[in-house]
């Protein structure tokens, strides 16, 4: 991540919660001790926020800010570096399923957009909520891309939207491809009810579920369960997951597909 890439989440972080510690920074943004310091003293100087013992608190002297949209849920900049190459593998694995002339949805998250480069050369129609996986497909590749209506937030880079009336009821898809932030025997996990929400209604419109989930992500917990695992058609994981939850998935009737 760049530095001025992270300073700025800094500083989305500090507008939500007022006063931040350097564990929490460290934390949230996957930094270490010393790069959030010396950001902290760098910004501190600039003025943009204001340095107390242990972290910081928003200055305010500074120019107010418009309020950003909020959910529970990690950056998309933060994610993007986690498990990278387990990340591509399993997504050029996700792609492998997809045919030209194929209507799919791909919900916003950092294993789904590892797909963007996989779909360069592909013929699809598109449907996500993932503003970054948008741009960089109209950017690089010929598949017909639709966004539904919504607020944009900007941290996880998707656009979400309370209302029923949008455009995702109008379109109907082979399979819809998510991440999660776990899996496990309680079914796939999110951390927020709007997150919850959207993926419901994206979810409707498609005939198969598959979830990308990197090793990391079997047996771990959320706040939300978003779907049974009942409910789940294919997962697709990496070869470093633990035999004893594939086990527990195939026992579900989910076809597990490991991507080595």
């Not at 058609?233 to 076809?255: C, R, V, W």
């Amino acid at each position: 991540m760049l530095e001025k890439q992270r300073q700025q989440l800094i500083l989305d972080i500090l507008d939500e919660e007022q006063i931040v510690s350097v564990h929490i920074f460290c934390e949230k943004l996957n930094s270490s001790e010393a790069t959030i310091r010396r950001d902290l003293n760098k910004m501190s100087k600039h003025g943009l926020l204001k340095k107390i013992r242990g972290g910081a608190e928003v200055n305010k002297k500074r120019e107010k800010k418009l309020p950003t949209q909020q959910i529970s849920s990690s950056f998309f900049l933060v994610d993007k570096e986690k498990n990278l190459e387990k990340k591509q593998l399993i997504a050029k694995k996700a792609v492998d399923l997809c045919t030209d002339n194929e209507s799919i949805i791909i919900n916003g998250g950092s294993s789904t957009y590892m797909m963007s480069q996989y779909l360069i050369d592909r013929r699809l129609n598109i449907l996500t909520n993932s503003l970054v996986l948008a741009h960089s497909l109209m950017e690089t590749s010929h598949n017909q891309i639709t966004l539904p209506g919504g607020e944009i937030y900007r941290s996880q880079g998707i656009i979400l939207s309370a209302f029923d009336n949008d455009t995702i009821p109008n379109y109907h898809c082979s399979k819809m491809f998510m991440g999660t932030p776990g899996i496990n025997e309680m079914g796939v996990m999110e951390s927020d009810t709007l997150l919850v929400r959207a993926e419901h209604k994206l979810k409707k419109q498609a005939q198969k579920l598959i979830v990308l989930a990197d090793s990391s992500k079997l047996g771990a917990t959320s706040k939300f369960i978003f779907a049974p695992l009942s409910e789940v058609d294919i997962l697709i994981t990496d070869g470093d997951a633990d035999p004893k939850f594939i086990e527990i998935f195939e026992e579900q009737g989910i076809e597990v597909i490991i991507a080595k």
